[in-house]
Each structure stands twice: as structure tokens, then as C-alpha cells.
């Protein structure tokens, strides 16, 4: 028993062993890992075919509702005269349908609000998917930068320590004072603390980047050596033709405006809970009264559902969802002026990055 417990760990412990003890891993591997494995992709997954189911369920709105009923029932009555009656056993069966024949708009805005939040939905998982590869990307190169701060800052608390063994030798012979112990002590107190402190942050963005690709914090990645990219150069378009750009295709601001077209759309079901609606009913069925006879039954109507009075909370619904369409478009007006900073910012940077000698 204890050997098949250790070989299902082995087993499931696999995926980790073989990342921390395969050939390093370069930026496309790492991503790659990441999508596959990284918990805020499955989220994203998952609330998509969430999203997906609600639209069916809106959609089964447009259909009869059908209900079949069986019935079996052993019964006795006691007579006036206190004599007990005959026993009797009555079987029955019963089909029944209801179906919403009008309405003023709420099974469509049912059914649009379910649409415009699938639309959210994927275009959410698109912005996760996004988010993950970027937070690999910094997270890569955040490491691989860290190392070469920690190694350079090694560098520097070697030389520290070499020149303080110097000074302690000179102070010796009479050629140093104590100023000058102090000075290098500090020195390489200093540099020790700054080793200490990169190798911190190095360790930091190490699990961070673990985490991403969907492994534990402590978990060892070897990482392929960084190639540098060539000379940065300038878009062929504006500034203000990549904001443009970023208006249409940016998947946060596609949703927010799915988002603010869902609200709309519940406004509109909204209002039609208040008025009419226009339903056909109907009803067969056929009794058996074991040893007496049987009867049949049938009924089929039309029926019309007026609303009166709710309370006024038909009122507070409509104010409830028109707040709720107006916090959308102020959602969606501010997403839209970060997203729009962002590139400016982006753009300021590259240019920034271009004009640097040796960036």
C-alpha cells in the first residue's frame, strides 16, 4: 500500500519534476506553460461556458413550459349513517402546457442581457489570457534582470571585503587611519545589504513567474539565457492613431461596452415585468375509478396577466436597473481614458527607449 501511495504521488508530482529538472525554459515555453496551467485560465473557461448555459436558459423562455402528472390514489369516506363505503383505487394521468404567447419585451431582454454577458464573458477570458502572458513576460524578464543585479552586487561585496582586508593591513603598518577602517567597514556593510536585498527581490520574482506557470512559489526554474532583441524602433503610426486602435480592439473595453449593452437590455426586461402579458393554457387528462369507470378531461384557455399594483417596486426596479446602465457608461468612460493614458504612456516610452544610446 505505502509503495502505490508513493508512486501515485510521483505520478502527480511529474509535471513539477520535469520543469524544474528538464532544459531551461525560454519566454514561449513559460507562456505556453502558463495557458495551459495557470488557475486564472480555467477560471476564465469556466464563467465562458457559464455565460453560455444562461443564454439557453433565456432562450427556453420562447418555449411551451409541458408538465405530465400521474396520480394514484387508495381512498375510503365514512357514510352519514356511519357505515364505512366502498374502498376505492383511482388511477389518473395529466399533461399540461403553459406557454407565454406575448409580452412587452422581457423575454427579449432577458435573452439580450444573457447574450451581452456570454459577449463579456469571452471577451473577459481574451483579457485573462492577455493579463497571464504579459505577468510571464515581466515576471521572465524581471528575473533574468534581478540575476544580473545579484550578480553584479556579489561582484561589488567582493570588492568591498578585498578592499577592507587592505585598509586593516595599511592601518597596521601605519599607512590608514582608523577613518579610513571605518569608511571601508561601511562600505561593505552596505554593499552586503544591497546583495541581501536583490537577492530577495530575486527570489520574489521567482515565485512569482512559478506561480503564473501554474507551479508552487519554491518550485526551481531554470531559465534559457536572454538573447538581446534588436534596436527598438518607433511605430509607423500616431499616437493618436494606436488610441484609436486601442478603442476598438482592447479587449477590456469590448466588454465594458458589452457590459453597459447587458444593462441596457435588463432595463428593457425590467420595464416589461410592469405590463401586460398574454398566456395559452391547457390541460388533458383521463381517471380511472378501479371497478367503476373511468372519466376523461380537457381544458384549453387563454389568459391575460395585468399587473396592478406591486408595492411601487416595479418603480424601484426600473430606477435600480437604469442606475445600473448609468454606472456601466461611467464604466466604460473611464476604462476608456486609462486604456488611452496607457498608450500614451507606452508610446512616451518607446520613444524614450529609441533615443537612448545603447537601449
Do not use: C, H
Not at 18 to 46: E, F, M, S
Amino acid at each position: 500500500m505505502r509503495t502505490v501511495t508513493l508512486f501515485v504521488l510521483a505520478l502527480l508530482m511529474l509535471p513539477t519534476l520535469a520543469v524544474a529538472a528538464g532544459p531551461p525554459l525560454t519566454l514561449v515555453q513559460l507562456t505556453d506553460l502558463a495557458l495551459q496551467r495557470n488557475t486564472k485560465t480555467r477560471l476564465a473557461w469556466d464563467a465562458f461556458r457559464a455565460s453560455q448555459a444562461s443564454v439557453d436558459l433565456a432562450r427556453a423562455g420562447y418555449w411551451p413550459q409541458v408538465t405530465a402528472t400521474l396520480d394514484s390514489v387508495r381512498s375510503q369516506s365514512i357514510s352519514f349513517s356511519g357505515l364505512p363505503a366502498r374502498i376505492q383505487t383511482r388511477y389518473g394521468a395529466s399533461v399540461s402546457l403553459s406557454y407565454l404567447l406575448w409580452d412587452f419585451g422581457t423575454r427579449n431582454g432577458l435573452l439580450d442581457q444573457a447574450k451581452f454577458q456570454r459577449d463579456v464573458a469571452g471577451l473577459s477570458r481574451n483579457q485573462t489570457l492577455q493579463d497571464v502572458i504579459l505577468l510571464v513576460e515581466q515576471s521572465y524578464y524581471q528575473v533574468l534582470g534581478l540575476k544580473q543585479v545579484t550578480v553584479a552586487n556579489r561582484q561589488s561585496l567582493t570588492d568591498a571585503e578585498t578592499n577592507l582586508d587592505a585598509v586593516r593591513e595599511r592601518r597596521v603598518s601605519g599607512l590608514a587611519t582608523v577613518g579610513d577602517v571605518y569608511t571601508a567597514e561601511a562600505a561593505e556593510a552596505g554593499a552586503r545589504l544591497t546583495l541581501q536585498q536583490s537577492e530577495g527581490q530575486l527570489a520574489s520574482a521567482r515565485g512569482q513567474l512559478a506561480v503564473a506557470i501554474g507551479d508552487a512559489p519554491d518550485s526551481e526554474l531554470r531559465l534559457a539565457d536572454w538573447k538581446p532583441a534588436a534596436q527598438p524602433q518607433m511605430p509607423a503610426q500616431s499616437a493618436s492613431s494606436l488610441m484609436e486602435q486601442a478603442r476598438t480592439a482592447r479587449a477590456d473595453l469590448l466588454a465594458a461596452k458589452a457590459q453597459e449593452r447587458a444593462a441596457a437590455a435588463n432595463l428593457e426586461a425590467t420595464r416589461g415585468r410592469g405590463l401586460p402579458s398574454l398566456s395559452l393554457n391547457a390541460n388533458t387528462g383521463r381517471t380511472q375509478v378501479v371497478g367503476i369507470a373511468n372519466s376523461s378531461q380537457f381544458s384549453a384557455g387563454v389568459s391575460v396577466s395585468i399587473p396592478i399594483f406591486s408595492g411601487f417596486g416595479d418603480r424601484a426596479a426600473i430606477a435600480q436597473a437604469q442606475a445600473q446602465v448609468d454606472s456601466a457608461q461611467a464604466s466604460d468612460d473611464d476604462l476608456r481614458s486609462q486604456v488611452e493614458l496607457q498608450v500614451w504612456q507606452a508610446y512616451q516610452n518607446l520613444r524614450t527607449a529609441v533615443a537612448t544610446p545603447g537601449s
